[in-house]
């Protein structure tokens, strides 16, 4: 049975930079013929989110409808829809569209995409009761993940998996600096294969130390500190670049420093004999829809388990005040309706 859609939904729209978002009335957005409308039944809140509304990240569509972690279920579909059906349930991510036709999607890297689109950036995301996407940008969900539980793993779980799929697959000690919601999904995978994982949390975040030894770490401590043991690889999610210089000496010779994070400050000058010793330093951009693949095939299998914290819609504000804050352990997560499938 169908659900009868409404004419208008309400959003949390951003309509000018470090400005506090708008709740408002729009219309129900319409799906173009590659595309589905999708019912949100939760979107999570991302350090992204952060630097598109504080205006480090200098070039949304105004106005816009922030929310890249997106899960919900299909209602309406496209004429030339063809892998998806009402009442599937889905997941949508960071990127939107790709083109297909440019160099690096020519060469496998549609991460880099000259011409792509990104939810909640250049397009409309998911701080909305409804939403439309590229149907082969949409990843079906098992049931287990089609809640507020499975919004991180769009975003957060996708660009932590990316990352570490960056780091050699023979390293064993492996340092996370910044233990926020991409470092609580990637410490359960990394465990599951069987690394050693150094937290490293801003100084005096004891909650965040113990979350991350509650999760298995093996050791947890400040950034200011030093491991215990030499590591093969670090991540950094902190948007702050002193943490590369400061990885690069905690890292072993022939290690990599991966910077997962899309924004990042400026990263101060340090010594060539940090980074001699064929160590590395790299970032990640965005995603591909082969690691979303991958994450939701593991993710089963570990299980992975996220821990949210819950807001409502017209609460986005105060939300992305926690985030900013570093007051939420694990992941904000906006829960917009409690539909399931059986509904249709």
């Known amino acids: 049975m169908r659900i009868e859609l409404p004419s208008t939904m309400r959003a949390m729209v951003l309509e000018k930079p470090t400005h506090p978002l708008v709740l408002k009335t729009l219309p129900l957005p319409v799906p173009s013929s590659q595309q589905v409308l999708i019912k949100v039944i939760a979107c999570g809140i991302c350090r992204t989110d952060l630097h598109i509304i504080d205006g480090e990240l200098t070039q949304p569509k105004l106005p816009l409808i922030p929310g890249h972690e997106i899960v919900g279920i299909v209602v309406k579909k496209g004429d030339e829809v063809t892998r998806l059906k009402e009442g599937d349930l889905v997941g949508v991510p960071w990127l939107a569209y790709t083109c297909g036709e440019c160099k690096y999607c020519k060469r496998n890297q549609e991460n880099l995409c000259e011409r792509a689109l990104f939810t909640g950036y250049t397009i409309d995301g998911g701080y909305a009761e409804y939403t439309v996407a590229y149907q082969q940008y949409c990843f079906l969900l098992?049931?287990?993940?089609?809640?507020?539980?499975?919004?991180?793993?769009?975003?957060?779980?996708?660009?932590?998996?990316?990352?570490?799929?960056?780091?050699?697959?023979?390293?064993?000690?492996?340092?996370?600096?910044?233990?926020?919601?991409?470092?609580?999904?990637?410490?359960?995978?990394?465990?599951?294969?069987?690394?050693?994982?150094?937290?490293?949390?801003?100084?005096?975040?004891?909650?965040?130390q113990r979350f991350a030894l509650k999760l298995r770490a093996y050791w947890a401590g400040d950034s200011t500190q030093?491991?215990?043991?030499?590591?093969?690889?670090?991540?950094?999610?902190?948007?702050?670049?002193?943490?590369?210089?400061?990885?690069?000496?905690?890292?072993?010779?022939?290690?990599?420093?991966?910077?997962?994070?899309?924004?990042?400050?400026?990263?101060?000058?340090?010594?060539?004999?940090?980074?001699?010793?064929?160590?590395?330093?790299?970032?990640?951009?965005?995603?591909?829809?082969?690691?979303?693949?991958?994450?939701?095939?593991?993710?089963?299998?570990?299980?992975?388990?996220?821990?949210?914290?819950?807001?409502?819609?017209?609460?986005?504000?105060?939300?992305?005040?926690?985030?900013?804050?570093?007051?939420?352990?694990?992941?904000?997560?906006?829960?917009?309706?409690?539909?399931?499938?059986?509904?249709?």
């Open 226 to 344: 030093a491991p215990p043991e030499k590591l093969d690889a670090a991540i950094i999610f902190a948007p702050v670049g002193k943490l590369v210089p400061k990885a690069l000496h905690d890292i072993d010779k022939g290690g990599i420093v991966v910077c997962g994070g899309i924004h990042m400050s400026n990263i101060p000058s340090f010594p060539y004999e940090l980074l001699w010793g064929e160590r590395i330093v790299r970032s990640v951009a965005n995603l591909t829809r082969k690691d979303a693949e991958a994450l939701l095939q593991i993710a089963p299998k570990v299980p992975v388990k996220t821990e949210i914290q819950i807001f409502y819609l017209h609460q986005a504000n105060e939300a992305l005040n926690s985030l900013r804050a570093g007051t939420v352990h694990g992941a904000a997560v906006l829960q917009i309706s409690d539909m399931q499938a059986k509904h249709f």
């Open 142 to 208: 098992s049931s287990s993940y089609a809640n507020p539980s499975g919004s991180p793993l769009l975003c957060a779980g996708l660009i932590g998996y990316r990352s570490y799929s960056m780091i050699d697959t023979h390293a064993e000690n492996i340092g996370i600096y910044g233990f926020g919601a991409a470092a609580h999904i990637l410490i359960q995978i990394a465990i599951y294969q069987g690394k050693k994982i150094f937290a490293f949390t801003r100084e005096g975040d004891i909650k965040a």
